[in-house]
């Protein structure tokens, strides 16, 4: 009576020992969730340089000191540091991958 107690246990701590692998296999990739920490981490550190960077410009404007190139390279390097996921996004389903 014993060995089957014992064997009953051991097939119920098999089961869930068997579907790690299953369960290991759906989580993220370790590159995908060290890109996303690195991408929200530089997006973190660029959201007051980008205020400054506003605040900067508009205080040239003031002083009619501003080329609009400067002006117009600020709002596009923006553009692109804040909208890089969405390209890459749209990029991505471009070459179907």
Known sequence: MLF?????????L???VLMLPVAASSQT???LTGA????????AW???IAVILIMALGAMAM????????CL??????????????IVTWVRSMFGV
């Open 14 to 16: 098999a089961i869930p």
């Open 29 to 31: 990739s370790p590159f």
């Open 4 to 12: 089957n107690v014992s064997h009953r246990m051991l097939r119920a």
């Open 36 to 43: 996303t920490a690195l991408q929200s981490n530089i997006l």
């Open 73 to 86: 390279g600020a709002i596009l390097g923006i553009a692109i540091a804040f909208g890089a996921p969405q």
């Open 63 to 70: 002083a009619n000191r501003l080329a609009w190139g400067w």
């Open 46 to 48: 660029l959201t007051p």
